[in-house]
């Protein structure tokens, strides 16, 4: 799972906590994978990142497990996560919407579970977010990639597992491996 964090250093316009936003990746580059964009507000700290990444995994989950849906997201500290998500439907070709709303407890969880598997990453990106010493006028944007965490984003990684699948059949590369 790729994901762009980016700080707004002027919280006065925003009330949500952070923003987490999907972009599929596109259908001409098989190269590019899809992206999720996890906006902060105000000072960074490694709980409301913990919260941010934790809504953007549930995202997934909570999608119909539609890797091309478009997903948008508020986070509230108060309310949870709030938001839509739309794809176009395969069969029909028409625009599915569905609203996405994802409790409290149900973050703070996962966010939890983030923080006791990629702790430290989360604090050094939250630290690197804070430095005192970016470039004037430079966005403040970090990218990270977490892999499969406690099943936590595997429900993000096995669309493209299957297909890796299928095209390992295909081409007859499959193959058993056995460890150590």
Same mark, same amino acid.
């Given at each position: 799972?790729?994901?762009?964090?980016?700080?707004?250093?002027?919280?006065?316009?925003?009330?949500?906590?952070?923003?987490?936003?999907?972009?599929?990746?596109?259908?001409?580059?098989?190269?590019?994978?899809?992206?999720?964009?996890?906006?902060?507000?105000?000072?960074?700290?490694?709980?409301?990142?913990?919260?941010?990444?934790?809504?953007?995994?549930?995202?997934?989950?909570?999608?119909?497990?539609?890797?091309?849906?478009?997903?948008?997201?508020?986070?509230?500290?108060?309310?949870?996560?709030?938001?839509?998500?739309?794809?176009? !439907?395969?069969?029909?070709?028409?625009?599915?919407?569905?609203?996405?709303?994802?409790?409290?407890?149900?973050?703070?969880?996962?966010?939890?579970?983030?923080?006791?598997?990629?702790?430290?990453?989360?604090?050094?990106?939250?630290?690197?977010?804070?430095?005192?010493?970016?470039?004037?006028?430079?966005?403040?944007?970090?990218?990270?990639?977490?892999?499969?965490?406690?099943?936590?984003?595997?429900?993000?990684?096995?669309?493209?597992?299957?297909?890796? !699948?299928?095209?390992?059949?295909?081409?007859?590369?499959?193959?058993?491996?056995?460890?150590?």
């Amino acid at each position: 799972m790729d994901v762009l964090v980016m700080l707004e250093e002027n919280p006065d316009h925003s009330p949500v906590l952070a923003h987490v936003n999907s972009v599929p990746s596109p259908l001409s580059s098989s190269e590019r994978p899809s992206r999720d964009i996890v906006t902060l507000y105000g000072v960074p700290s490694a709980e409301s990142l913990a919260l941010a990444l934790a809504a953007a995994v549930e995202s997934h989950r909570s999608s119909d497990r539609n890797i091309d849906a478009i997903r948008h997201l508020g986070v509230w500290a108060e309310r949870g996560a709030i938001g839509d998500a739309a794809w176009r !439907d395969s069969v029909t070709g028409q625009l599915v919407t569905r609203d996405l709303e994802i409790p409290l407890e149900i973050l703070q969880a996962t966010a939890r579970c983030l923080l006791e598997e990629c702790g430290q990453l989360i604090r050094r990106i939250a630290a690197g977010l804070s430095m005192p010493d970016w470039p004037e006028g430079a966005r403040r944007a970090i990218t990270v990639s977490l892999g499969p965490i406690m099943g936590l984003t595997a429900p993000v990684f096995a669309p493209f597992e299957s297909f890796l !699948d299928r095209v390992r059949e295909a081409d007859g590369l499959t193959f058993d491996f056995e460890g150590d």
